[in-house]
């Protein structure tokens, strides 16, 4: 993706509209009127291969006949004629098409082939492609309206992108009447080309973009939409409304987690791990609209509620405190300044009441000492209409006051007729305005879960408490054996064997085939025990009667055996009994579940949460996204009801939640290396403050997969630490790691930039920076590598490990440029490491189909100039810096 060719593409010289017509009620005749009268600054062509004229100027019946560059075209015709059209623009060097046509992958087979071959078409000739089956776009900051929507939306900041193009026209009618701007309205249709991700991307590179609202349907690249979606989460909200949840295709798999972590938790699990904010509903979604019209980030979640009437008051605090946030606490000052302004009955505490004769300056007063008082995060205006009401004088006067956008400001004048002036005046200012409290706070409380949410994301997580080397090599001997016995669930044993590779510990459990051989190990291992049955592909035990619990004695053993091996042989074929399991009992406080689905869109889900047999019923479980690293893991088990008993409640003792945390970056990594799972159930999962026991656990293969095991990472929507980036190497007789950086590297890497010299310093950031701090030195270890790649140079003394130089591509176009920098300890300077990480981070651009790395450097960093031009680089010398460029090619 391009972000010129997106640039042009939203900001076109030139426009050709195919299909225009002189036809008041057709589509190709509203795009070319709307392009024609909008103002828009640049030229419009028609093409219609019928008229010499359409609406007055000189039609073309091909687009090659214009005879000038077109930067975008605009085809509105009937599908069977779109792809010969499509072949046309493109070879006619057209840079951009918006396909408004529809009839494609909604039309059945012969409409998705079609829809194929215009992919394949854009593809071929380097166009870029908005739709089909889309409404086109508008750009009101060049008052082009590239689209058959009637009217044009107000400039603004937020970017608005829909797979409906009806509810871009309802959103646009919305909008229109609330004064909500825009600097971008797009309907993206089916996404042939242009998708969610390189959309983000461009708004991202857009100074006039601060926010972006986000209708969804379906994701063509979910880890492209992820990457981008956190890239822009960082700085700027991006708010989403998903539909088509728990679609009724979905088949629901056959463990406990399949049935526990739908569509819907996956997606949520997603959106909070890229810092997207998602709503429910199309009011929500408009609703956000407005808030972030005039967008003010708080500082906090205390809100303080200005009102004429006590019920509002109550309601909304019900609602604010109810929903995660705090009543601010207005200081003795404000109440000292409100006492001499308001009516002797006020309140004297918020919500701040200024009664049902409340007049203009009152709630001009109560607005103004909120805004001055420190304690306030946001400020909630609550009017109804009463017998002295004024609500335009009311309006005005607060809409008047001259810090009135230093904090986030919301309103809601209840009612209809009798408040509209109010309304109107404080829309026409910028304020938003909801029908009712709860609409508002909702959504302020919504921006402060995006910040905190982020707050978590960037938490340095605290390091691994012991080193973690799996053995990757019996895993994959495991699932390959699996392949060949057609054998692709593992219970019992063999499922326990497959985890164990990965430091999860398993309750131990020993084989018998017959009763005298059960009784002989429960005498061994201690009573009492648990007698499970053991059958290939049974996934679960307790439905067959395949399950018997504290077993006291050895005569009690021999039975259960019988029984059990009597219940099996009513539901399972004798040739797939094998038994039946020993095991101790385990007698410990807690009972979770860990478990793994593959989703189709997102790849591999982990999710925890209480467990059981009733794991369905109390459905307390979270979702998260792998890989996991401490913090993170920590962030899931808080996300459900059994972790406030996990740390210690009352008198009860806590679990060992930081073994619980290093279980879930374990077993994550389990799913990050091995695409050929399916699901994993591990249920339960025992715990206690002694530590966890894995008791149950089921493993499923995909023999697909295992038959053709895709790119490593390739099943994944968020890249992890790539391994294979690791390399060894030895200067001056000290060895030294080359490899990723981590994000609890964190604490070692500031040290690591502090220590620089000033000259070091400023020869990286051009700039002397006297001392970073940990949220400066998390933005370099807590990275994206699907657009950014940090290596590393790590030595160990005396079992000390220590970052002595770094080095880092930052990808400006995927797959095409990155920027290059380097930065290496001093005392490690002149030694050949900055040769090292460099011939590395080449190598790393290669394979990472890189066609071009680049750097800028101070004149007198000698040091890299002699570097880089040594490495092939060409230099261009500038005024301030100079710049260096190696072609990969």
Known sequence: MSIAQ??????????????????????????FKNIKDSGFGGKAFPVNINAKTVQGAKAYARISDIGEHIDLAIIATPAPTVLDLVVECGKSKVSGIAIISSGFKEAGAEGQKLFGRIQAAGKKYGVKILGPNCLGFINPRISLNASFAPEMPKPGNIAFVSQSGALCDTFLDWSLGDNVGFSYFVSIGSMADISFDELIDYFDTDPNVTSILLYMESLNDARKFMSSARAFSKTKPIVCLKAG?????????????????????????????????????????????????????PAGNRLAIVTNAGGPGVISTDFLTGHGGRLAEISQTTVQ????????????????????????????????????????DGIMITLTPQAVTKSGETAREIASLPNIGSKPVFASFMGQHRVKEGVETLMAAGIPVYRTPEKAIACFLGINEWQKNLENIETTPEAIPVE??????????????????????????????????????????????????????????????????????????????????DIKTASEAKKAFTQIMDSAKNYIDSGDIEGITVEKMISKKFELIVGAKFDPMFGPVVAFGMGGVAVEVFNDVAIGLPPLNMALAKNLMEQTKIFTLLKGYRNMPAANIKEL???????????????????????????????????????????????????????????????EYESRVTIAGQKILLRPIMAEDEPRHREFLNN??????????????????????????????????????????????????????????????????????????????????????????????????????????????????????????????????????
Not at 16 to 29: H, K, L, M, P, T
Not at 270 to 283: C, D, L, M, N, W
Request: net charge positive.
């Open 6 to 31: 997106l640039h042009n593409f939203f900001n076109p010289k030139t426009v050709a509209v195919i299909g225009a017509n002189d036809r008041e009620n057709s589509v190709g005749y509203s795009i």
């Open 245 to 297: 949840l728990d679609a009724a295709g979905v088949k629901a798999v056959a463990s406990h987690t399949g049935t526990i972590a739908g569509d819907n938790k996956v997606f949520q699990a997603a959106f909070q791990r890229a810092g997207v904010i998602r709503v429910a509903t199309i009011s929500e979604l408009f609703n956000y609209a407005k808030t972030l019209n005039r967008y003010k980030k």
């Open 337 to 376: 300044a409100l006492n001499v302004e308001l009516p002797p009955a006020w309140s004297k505490t918020n919500p701040i009441d200024v009664l049902g004769d409340g007049q203009p300056q009152h709630y001009r007063s109560a607005v103004k000492a909120c805004l001055d008082d420190p304690n306030v």
């Open 468 to 549: 973690f080397i799996p053995d990757a090599e019996t895993a994959r001997k495991i699932i390959d054996n699996a392949g060949r016995e057609q054998r692709f669930a593992l219970t019992g044993g063999p499922a326990r064997k497959f985890l164990e590779c990965y430091g999860l510990a398993a309750n131990p459990a020993y084989l018998a085939r017959t009763a005298g051989q059960a009784a002989a190990i429960a005498k061994r291992i201690g009573f009492p025990v648990a007698i499970k049955l053991e059958a290939k592909g049974l996934l679960h035990k307790t439905e067959v009667g395949g399950v018997k619990l």
């Open 661 to 723: 945390q290093f279980f879930l970056y374990k077993f994550s990594y389990l799913l990050v290396n091995f695409p050929q799972i399916k699901e994993i159930d591990i249920n339960p999962l025992a715990a206690d403050a002694e530590g966890i026991v894995i008791v149950d656990a089921k493993v499923v293969f995909d023999p697909e997969t295992i038959k053709n095991p895709p790119k490593a990472y390739s099943h994944l929507a968020i890249l992890p630490y790539i391994k």
């Open 756 to 889: 620089l010299s000033e000259d070091s310093k400023r020869f990286r950031f051009f700039n002397a920076i006297e001392n970073f701090d940990a949220k400066f030195a998390r933005h370099f270890t807590q990275i994206d590598y699907e657009r950014e790649t940090a290596i590393i140079a790590e030595i160990e003394i005396k079992g000390a490990k220590t970052t002595i130089g770094a080095s880092r591509l930052i990808e400006e176009e995927p797959n095409v440029t990155a920027e290059f920098a380097i930065v290496v300890a001093d005392a490690w300077q002149n030694k050949g490491l900055g040769k090292k990480l460099t011939d590395h981070m080449i190598r790393i651009a290669r394979q990472q189909g890189l066609k071009k790395i680049y750097l800028s450097f101070l004149k007198d960093n000698f040091a890299i100039r002699a570097l880089v031009k040594k490495e092939g680089f060409k230099i261009t010398e500038n005024q301030d810096s100079d710049y260096a460029e190696l072609n990969l090619n």
